[in-house]
């Protein structure tokens, strides 16, 4: 009985430990670098490791700037202020260093080594997301609101082309001793007189032209704001260090067009009306917001996915991030249009993966553009 | 004491892998590589058996599958089949027969039509998990017909039945896999990649294609790439990846089992690439006498073997083989494509032998070098080695 205790303790311990294990595993990934370190002198055995380290060191180097390169752009220009400060100790953010190959030319006097280094994703994210100036303002940390509304395409409405079409008809006539031309409307006279021997040439001239005019589908959208994006954007803005402040909170406290306006509007047209937008960014600005983003994710048609056979459905995102706090609007960041597409075993699961997809790409995205850019 | 019992207790609790001597290797089952879509068109015969059930609506081929896995016994390894593989309970490491290639050659070569069928696959080891590709060990079937009239699909059909559950040993490409997954290293990780990245054709070489065009062009850079695969990694004993030319960021394999489940597996980068260029055939007489005629059949190719990311390259040499074959002065039409195949996989066979311990010999000859150069041949062939050692 005791023994049987004593198990159950221990068996509850060892999962916790390896929970705990888990939940430490870190998002990572392989990149490999070559460094080459060349030695002056004659060669010596015991100098051999030193060489070995340098030559490593010159490795973890060359790979980690190869994983630089590979961040989006907007992430790199932040990453540029913090390069000499990241270089100075890489070891928090490099797991794993395997030796792929190692060549030592004693006529060239250089060590060569391969390394596929592991670098940890989220350590190096979270470095870069600390260093941001809206994580160093703390609490003074600005209040970021936004409206995100997926949208799908009800009804299209086409137009014919309206087509204008001019014609315009002129005629020349070319008379001379053997030839006499006329004209009469469209019709070709000819006369022909044996005593006289004359002839008649008519030339005639037809000019059209005119225009066609073409008009833009209209198009209806069924909008809608899912939680799942709500959820997905304001995970990424609060980690980034922005204080989420929801657009309902702000209609309740200081006013401003209700969101089923916005979204009325929005089933209309691509944009809102300047009205509205006038009265949503006022609202927002009176509860002290200092970004405010209006962004659309336009959900597309479902297809069958070649690779997997699954569901798949594609949908469009753009978004634009302001700074209200003046009297004009700022635009300080922009997104879209984006494609991202979503997998799933129905339409309804392969949907929902696409808008939080897309929602976390872009949200991500204005993210660095703000941290590029030093906002807070 | 009681301290030490818990402590131990909990040790094997937390580590379970190392409280049993063997490693657990999950099999799930027979699988098709490629697109979805694609399947049906990329492999009909296979696919069209795959697809065929027994009573209990098991399908037919992966049932057969099932019986030989558990057949196999390993010291090191239990294989753990439940019915249709229940590799999804963990993230151990799984296996899998996973088909890559199936291809119909028919020719007519004197009033006879030749029929070639082959099968290629994978003994594919990867982490259910991570859904990543660990190693693969590339197999292969083929089997010829020749016959007087021009062959049917239900023969074609029945031929391929032979390739997959046929008595012949030799021809099967469920008991080559069993006989594989009997010896080969399976395990979690196998340290650095290596797999064949290209494969060029040079003009000296297509004036002794059986048909012109792309398509076959095509196809036949995939039989040698895949050939070559399968004559080192048995040869060998190295894993490889499977063959893609080049090598995109996020590279997937996406891969369709005959129980409707589809992965996307992730294959990881290459360490070590293999570039193949034919470099062409020659044919010429070597011998006559009243009742036949001897041929030589050449076949040249390039081998070189470099590190992808930074142009290092380990090994660049011209390779080349000469087969003879006696031909009866009273056969008027000579299958010289068989021959010149032959030839080259003959050659393929005899050099990934060699890597391990290269006969000078054989060495000078097989890339034309001079004596004086054998040296130099013989350190790029001990540079081959030293990488597949690092790939096994």
Redesign the interface.
């Known amino acids: 009985m005791k023994f049987l205790k004593?198990?159950i303790i221990?068996?509850v311990?060892?999962?916790a430990?390896?929970a705990v294990a888990s939940t430490n595993a870190m998002s990572f990934e392989?990149i490999?670098g070559?460094g080459e370190y060349t030695y002056e002198g004659k060669f010596k055995k015991k100098n051999y490791s030193t060489y070995q380290k340098k030559a490593k060191e010159k490795a973890i180097n060359s790979a980690w700037t190869r994983y630089i390169a590979r961040l989006p752009q907007a992430r790199q220009i932040t990453y540029q202020k913090l390069d000499s400060e990241f270089r100075m100790d890489l070891s928090p953010y490099i797991g794993n260093v395997?030796i792929?190959?190692e060549t030592h030319d004693k006529d060239l006097k250089s060590v060569?080594i391969?390394a596929?280094v592991t670098i940890f994703n989220e350590a190096v994210d979270t470095k870069l997301n600390m260093a941001s100036a809206v994580n160093r303002a703390g609490d003074d940390a600005s209040y970021f609101s936004f409206i995100f509304l997926a949208r799908q395409t009800t009804s299209i409405k086409s137009f014919d082309d309206k087509v204008v079409s001019i014609e315009a008809k002129s005629a020349s006539a070319d008379l001379n001793a053997q030839s006499i031309q006329t004209s009469e409307d469209n019709e070709v006279a000819k006369s022909s007189e044996t005593v006289a021997s004359t002839e008649a040439n008519l030339t005639t001239k037809v000019t059209t032209g005119g225009s066609t005019e073409r008009k833009a589908d209209r198009i209806s959208y069924d909008v809608s704001s899912p939680q799942d994006i709500d959820a997905a954007m304001g995970d990424i803005l609060s980690t980034a260090g922005y204080e989420v402040v929801s657009y309902d909170d702000i209609v309740s406290e200081c006013g401003g067009v209700e969101p089923d306006d916005i979204k009325f509007e929005f089933s209309q047209a691509d944009d809102m009306s300047r009205q509205t937008r006038r009265s949503a960014i006022n609202g927002a600005k009176d509860c002290d917001v200092t970004y405010f983003s209006v962004g659309t994710i336009d959900i597309g048609l479902k297809d069958?996915?070649?690779?997997?056979?699954?569901q798949r459905v594609y949908v469009s995102v753009r978004t634009q991030v302001w700074d209200i706090t003046r009297r004009l609007p700022k635009k300080v960041a922009s997104v879209g249009p984006i494609q991202y597409a979503g997998l799933g075993p129905d339409q309804i699961v392969a949907q929902r993966n696409a808008l939080i997809l897309a929602a976390r790409e872009a949200s991500k995205s204005l993210v660095d553009q703000m941290n590029a850019k030093g906002l807070y | 004491m009681?301290f030490f019992s818990?402590l131990l207790?909990?040790f094997l609790?937390?580590f379970p892998e190392i409280s049993f001597a063997k490693d657990k290797v999950y099999y799930a089952g027979l699988s098709f590589i490629g697109?979805?879509?694609?399947n049906q068109k990329s492999y009909p015969y296979s696919y069209r058996l795959a697809e065929a059930k027994n009573e209990k609506g098991i399908p037919l081929l992966e049932q057969l599958l099932v019986d030989r896995v558990k057949k196999v016994q390993r010291n090191d390894l239990d294989f753990i089949i439940n019915d249709l593989g229940n590799y999804q309970s963990g993230d151990s490491v799984s296996i899998a027969l996973a088909i890559d290639w199936e291809n119909v050659a028919t020719e007519q070569i004197g009033g006879l039509y030749k029929l070639v069928l082959d099968i290629h696959a994978q003994v594919l080891i990867f982490d259910y998990g991570k859904q990543k590709v660990v190693g693969s060990y590339p197999i292969a079937v083929q089997i010829r017909d020749v016959s007087q009239n021009q062959p049917t699909d239900e023969k074609i059909e029945g031929l391929f039945k032979t390739l997959f559950y046929g008595n012949d040993k030799n021809v099967n490409i469920l008991d080559v896999f069993s006989a594989r997954i009997q010896t080969v290293s399976i395990k979690k990780s196998y340290?650095?990649y290596l797999r064949v990245t290209g494969v060029n054709i040079e003009d000296k070489a297509r004036p002794f294609f059986p048909n012109d065009g792309l398509d076959f062009e095509r196809s036949f850079s995939g039989l040698l790439a895949q050939s070559f695969g399968k004559f080192l990694s048995t040869n060998q004993g190295v894993s490889m990846l499977p063959y893609s030319k080049g090598e995109a960021l996020g590279n997937?394999m996406?891969m369709?089992f005959a129980n409707g489940d589809?992965f996307?597996l992730e294959i990881?980068?290459t360490?070590?690439g293999i570039n193949l260029t034919l470099r062409g055939f020659k044919k010429g007489s070597v011998g006559k006498t009243n009742s036949k005629e001897a041929f030589a059949y050449g076949s040249y190719m390039r081998i070189k073997l470099e590190?992808p990311?930074?142009g290092?390259v380990y090994f660049d040499k011209p390779i080349r083989n000469v087969a003879v074959k006696e031909v009866p002065i009273t056969q008027t039409e000579v299958d010289d494509w068989a021959a010149f195949q032959e030839s080259l996989f003959a050659l393929f066979d005899k050099f990934s032998k060699e890597i391990n311990d290269t006969d000078k010999k054989w060495a000078q000859k097989t890339t034309g070098s001079k004596k004086n150069d054998v040296k130099l041949v013989l350190k790029e062939f001990d540079q081959f080695k030293k990488?597949l050692d690092?790939c096994r």
């Open positions: 004593n198990f221990v068996s311990v060892s999962l430990i390896q392989s490999k070559m395997e792929l190959d060569q391969i596929r069958t996915d070649p690779v997997s056979g699954n | 009681k818990a207790l909990a609790l937390t697109n979805h879509a694609d340290g650095q997937k996406a369709r589809i996307n990881p980068s360490d070590f590190q990311d930074f290092k990488i690092k």
